[in-house]
């Protein structure tokens, strides 16, 4: 396997597995460049900041059209053309909201099929990244990891050879800061707008596809007031929440930490279940114990526990993203000189899981591991 020169570090007895950024051949990201180093104390990025903006608030009334078609869920219509690149298990939810909320959408994946199936739908299929970006005003980037995003905006017929100046781009897709900073200086150079924008759940019983699916999700952004004023319609059609936290890169910032401490928080909650069957206690008597105590999280009443009891172990969200957001996190804290012992450790935990075949499952599937890990095993629900 391809490593990355990172010391190790030990915690306790166990051996932190060299990081990678593949366990599947393909290229890496980041593999050409030492981990960056920066003095301690304040940078000259700026610190994070800004406020929550709810609803339609502020929205200039030029972006809206009254409605008549009496669809559940806007009341008004947007008049941007929107386009949307990446069609994946969350993207292709993204784009049929966007389909209810606007006269003109266009799609593009990779993957034929994903655009025909919501063209279907309504949505003008594009041929290319580059065609898409032409007939857009608004862009919705939702995509798997740094080099896709990069392809999708850098290459021959991405995006960036087809926007107009003017056109604002929301990347939903969870990267490295680096790689929300190198796109949002290759767009300034095109005079284009780029926001990171990566979204989380956060509603109650609505993370993951669930949030998605309810339009409740919250969105984490990065990149230039302006952009993002202009950029709030599209954001509401989408979800409930969106904030500005500063400059380009602090939305995939704040976003790495987040799913840095969900994914500890779904390790932890494995264990404890593992152990709660080994002492006889199910997994609905623990629920509705921690309901009532300290141990209480939203990840586990909320998202964990529900998928564990309904059998629902399908992404969701995978453990092989999870794997991929604990690794950029890595790179984050090597940047600042931030040693993430429990971290490393997860990195470890999710390796082993992929290579036990678990890579496409949801997250969920971290407690059934545990449990039989411990030589226990937990009531899963048949999935329907």
């Not at 009341?75 to 386009?83: A, H, N, P, S, T």
């Not at 300034?188 to 956060?202: I, K, M, Q, R, W």
Request: with cysteine.
């Amino acid at each position: 396997m391809d490593v990355r020169g990172v010391p190790a570090r030990r915690v306790g007895q166990w051996r932190p597995s060299q990081r990678q950024y593949s366990l599947r051949p393909g290229p890496r990201w980041g593999a050409d460049r030492a981990p960056a180093r920066r003095p301690a104390g304040p940078g000259p990025r700026g610190s994070l900041g800004g406020a929550a903006v709810r609803g339609t608030t502020g929205i200039p009334c030029s972006l809206l059209r009254a409605r008549s078609t009496g669809k559940r869920i806007s009341v008004r219509k947007l008049k941007q053309r929107i386009g949307q690149v990446g069609l994946g298990s969350i993207g292709r939810i993204y784009a049929r909201h966007l389909l209810d909320a606007a006269e003109e959408v266009s799609v593009f994946d990779l993957d034929r099929a994903r655009v025909d199936a919501v063209a279907r739908d309504g949505a003008t299929g594009a041929r290319s990244a580059r065609d898409l970006a032409a007939a857009s005003e608004v862009i919705v980037v939702s995509l798997p990891n740094p080099p896709a995003v990069e392809q999708a905006f850098l290459a021959d017929d991405g995006i960036l050879a087809g926007a107009a100046p003017g056109t604002v781009v929301l990347d939903l897709s969870t990267v490295s800061p680096v790689t929300s900073r190198r796109m949002y200086a290759a767009a300034a150079e095109h005079g284009v707008a780029y926001l990171d924008t990566p979204v989380s759940g956060g509603a109650p019983m609505n993370g993951g596809v669930e949030g998605a699916a309810a339009r409740t999700i919250t969105f984490m952004v990065g990149g230039d007031a302006d952009a993002f004023e202009k950029a709030k319609p599209v954001m509401d059609a989408l979800g409930k929440v969106y904030l500005h936290i500063g400059p380009s890169g602090s939305g995939s910032t704040i976003k790495l930490i987040s799913n840095m401490m969900s994914g500890v928080y779904t390790l932890v909650t494995a264990e404890a279940f593992a152990l709660g069957a080994a002492v006889g206690l199910s997994p609905e008597r623990l629920l509705e114990v921690f309901q009532h105590t300290d141990a209480k999280s939203y990840f586990m009443t909320d998202y964990l526990v529900p998928r564990l009891l309904r059998g629902d172990l399908d992404p969701g969200f995978s453990v092989a993203l999870q794997l991929k957001d604990h690794r950029l996190a890595a790179d984050l804290g090597d940047e600042h000189r931030v040693t993430l012992s429990l971290n490393e450790q997860a990195i470890h935990l999710y390796e082993l899981m992929v290579l036990q075949g678990h890579a496409e499952r949801d997250v969920t599937e971290a407690l059934p591991f545990f449990a039989e890990q411990a030589g226990q095993s937990l009531p899963v629900a048949a999935s329907g």
